[in-house]
């Protein structure tokens, strides 16, 4: 495993790693997030593996735009496209209807698949560059506290971390989910700005 610099030669280091379904772990505007292709169950079986993560639990992905986030969401409603015009890039992750043929463990039990578009410039670089979206679960084993640092998130059976440096406390995105109105999970974004939006 390599601590590398995110630079031109990190980020060619790092989209080798994905190219051959390795674990690659970031930083994001919140905490550090392993990478792997969303669409590859050889990838998705190391990312859970490094996790220790039980298959039942999905990963939300990352953007670097809309355009990649078609391939995923089998429509966009109105109240959530509204958010994602005003929240994003940042730190909120929401709940869109899965397109078919998706791999299970990115799904939730209602068929839904949670993406983001991330503030943090490197990470939309980094899913740029791959020409797709990448899984963004924290880096971490499942139910310890997320990696804020390259070293913390050098899990064993990840391939490379791409060093931001240390991120200060903040907490994970919120998710969403707009179609209903309900906050998933509580985060960074305050659940009185999605309401207002929701709102009209």
């Known amino acids: ?94 709940l869109f209807p899965a397109a078919e043929g998706l791999p299970r463990r990115i799904l939730s039990d209602s068929g839904q698949v949670c993406l983001r578009c991330p503030e943090e410039a490197l990470a939309r670089r980094l899913c740029l560059l791959r020409g797709g979206a990448l899984t963004s679960t924290s880096a971490n084993l499942s139910g310890h506290a997320p990696a804020r640092s390259a070293e913390e998130a050098a899990l064993p059976g990840v391939a490379l971390v791409l060093d931001g440096g240390a991120l200060p406390p903040r907490e994970p995105s919120t998710v969403f989910d707009a179609a209903e109105g309900r906050v998933v999970r509580a985060g ?5 700005l999605l309401y207002d939006c929701w709102n009209g």
């Not at 790092?14 to 997030?33: F, W």
């Not at 960074?188 to 009185?192: D, F, S, T, V």
């Open 1 to 94: 495993m390599n601590i590398v610099a995110p630079d031109e030669t990190g980020l060619a280091q790092a989209l080798e790693a994905l190219a051959c379904d390795e674990v690659v772990a970031y930083p994001t505007e919140t905490v550090y997030g392993l990478a792997v292709n969303p669409l590859s169950e050889k990838a998705l079986d190391r990312l859970f593996s490094v996790k220790k993560r039980e298959p039942a639990f999905p990963v939300l992905l990352i953007v670097a735009d809309e355009t990649q986030l078609r391939p995923f969401a089998a429509h966009i409603d109105d109240r959530t496209r509204a958010c994602m015009q005003r929240f994003w890039p940042g730190p909120l992750s929401l």
């Open 188 to 192: 960074a974004l305050a659940a009185e």
